[in-house]
């Protein structure tokens, strides 16, 4: 497979690149504690309108850092926060798309509608990875061509419903994608761009 996986402080930065042993491959949470029964359906009111922002594998002006590209081998998928998920919310899904080429990067699903936040490098109990444009069904990270620029779209997707087994496994990511989307009650996005040199 091809490498995986605003603001990340430089602490953060260095602990990450200090996994040299790591695989790039996104990994489950290492929090067994808590359980991986996700509520059925959200029932708070929220105070806004649903809204992700970027995590950590960001710099100040919301870019991409390289850890979270193939240009580095790990190729991690990004952190990413969430809020004020709507009520009635059955389940989360993230997706990333590059807007220059229309090509599928990441399709996560299952995500619990109770959670805030995806870390770095890692899959909340629960959620799973449907399979990319890349043949994979894992996040691999922007790779554009050297000494240009793209621009790579994150979406949160609260659903009505939880998405179906079919979604995922072998599914066109084509598919996925438009199942997510047909399930929507509410979206929140941002683009952040890479340059590869």
């Known amino acids: 497979m091809r490498g995986h996986r605003i603001r990340a402080g430089v602490a953060v930065t260095t602990a990450l690149l200090a996994c040299a042993s790591c695989s790039g491959t996104t990994k489950p949470a290492s929090d067994t504690s808590a359980s991986a029964t996700a509520p059925a359906r ?22 991409f850092i390289p850890l979270m590209t193939c240009d580095d081998p790990r190729d991690y998928s990004p952190g990413l926060n969430f809020a004020n998920v709507p009520a009635g919310t059955a ?11 229309h090509k599928i990067h990441w399709l996560q699903l299952g995500i619990p509608p109770n959670a805030t936040k995806i870390a770095p490098h890692h899959l909340i109990p ?15 990270g922007p790779c554009p061509p050297h000494g240009s620029t793209h621009r790579y779209q994150l979406t949160l997707y609260a659903l009505r419903q939880p998405t179906p087994a ?19 009650i509410s979206s929140a996005s941002f683009v952040a761009r890479y340059t590869r040199h």
């Open 42 to 63: 959200t029932t708070a009111t929220p105070t806004g309108p649903l809204t992700l922002t970027p995590g950590q594998g960001f710099d100040r002006s919301g870019d």
């Open 91 to 101: 389940e989360l899904a993230v997706t990333m798309v590059d807007l220059d080429v």
């Open 126 to 140: 629960g959620a799973r990875e449907a399979l990319n444009d890349f043949g994979e069904a894992t996040y691999d």
């Open 166 to 184: 079919s979604l995922g496994g072998s599914a066109p990511p084509a598919q996925t994608l438009r199942g997510i989307q047909s399930q929507a």
